[in-house]
């Protein structure tokens, strides 16, 4: 086998631009956008004048502003708290699919403590798994061998590895455009999948803003290599992958999917609190977000939970993937008033990496799932298609890969039954005679 070329010199991405980590002081870790402030309308005047350098103002949703200038978010936000206002910094979330490295070099049963330790934004390096030959999930069998599954040659960016062809999961099923409709908000559409391989069951969303922390636009495609370094992007294909889990359990759901992540994983609260809200004037009957973020304190960010309250007014059900860090530290936004937060689950039972706790509801697949992914593309990209390694199926660990399988089997339970989203809440997560994990919530099998 020749060797993996040698990786080009990266352009600074937003982890060295645009995202900072607060570890200070004694409090728990949170990520967030340097010189961003998000304040209530009654804290504008008092944020403006203990800022001092305000540059620009924005709402995101009512009464709910973001500032930008030169002046420490941190700092300000604390000040302002202690002052009786409601203030905090732009938080970012961070897409999560699992980091770590196949094969497993961690025994199961885990001995990974609990609470973890390990910071967040998690610096554990990619691949990972827990002591099993590959393929698998909850609901397969563990003991077949997977020759595909081995130690990676070179350098990997993005932590999808390939799989050959799935002929079994490329299935039509009976879908229609006016199916129930599911909305992934993450990565964005593989450009070719639209109206391709999945035909009308999966679609993007029409070209939008960002958002109020982002400037510009976007068309919500997600390409696999946006910085042009020949690489595949690291979170590259995430939500492509996302919405083909949702299409192939519920072929009765209409995808639709809109980008509020760069390629590298990262989103924030004001951006993904605007596009919730822009839901609004035509409410899906499921969101599915699988990013989630830490905060000062572990309060709940302003932003989202104005949004995510509002469109759950409106009747959506909200899915999150939980997060990989091994901790019951809430993250935000799953574990906001009735969000299904969704943790993962491996062969053996609760995978090592995922999260838990009081505030977790559900547990489904999420180890070696297998999903869409792009065709003809490589990591590293050699220009030569012939030698590409994905050919349009991938197979990814993390909570990110759960929270659509949830997702999916609410949406076929509306669908099959003619139900409201609480309905099928009720039935799919709430029945108290399904079987539970402790902190992991209801076991949904299925995949």
Known sequence: MSERPTKPPRRLGAWETGVRVSTGGGKPSFAFRPGELIVHADALDEARKVAGNVESESEIVDSLFLLKGQFDPVVVSRKLRAEGFDAHVNYVL???????????????????????????????????????????????????????????????????EETPAEPR?????KGTPSGVRVVVLDSGLDPKMSG?????????????DWGPAEPGSTDNFDNHDDNGDKWLDPVAGHGTFIASIIARLAPQAKVEVGKVLQPTGEGNDADLAYRINALLSDPPAVLCIASSCYTDDDEPPAALSVAITSIQTAGTIVVCAAGNEMTSRVSWPSALPDVIAVAA?????????TNYGWWV????????????FYAGVDDPDDGDPTKSEFEGWARWSGTSFSAP???????REIDLYGISGRQAVRRV?????????????????AH
């Open 94 to 160: 961070v897409a999560a699919p699992m980091t770590f490295a196949h094969p497993a070099t961690i025994p199961h049963p885990a001995t990974i403590p609990h609470p973890a330790t390990i910071p967040h934004p998690a610096t554990i390096p990619h691949p990972f798994g827990s002591g099993y030959g590959g393929g698998g999930c909850c609901c397969c069998d563990c003991s077949k061998e997977d020759s595909k599954t081995s130690t990676p040659t070179g350098p990997r960016v993005n932590s999808a």
């Open 169 to 173: 999961l490329n299935r039509g099923g």
């Open 196 to 208: 391709g391989l999945l035909q009308t069951r999966v679609v993007v969303q029409d070209p939008s």
């Open 345 to 353: 689950l491996d062969c053996s039972g609760p995978a090592a990496f």
């Open 361 to 372: 509801r559900a547990c489904a697949p999420g180890s070696d799932i297998v999903g869409n």
């Open 405 to 411: 399988i949830v997702a999916a089997m609410l949406a």
């Open 429 to 445: 997560i709430d029945d108290p005679r399904l079987f539970r994990y402790p902190g992991l919530g209801t076991v949904i099998n």
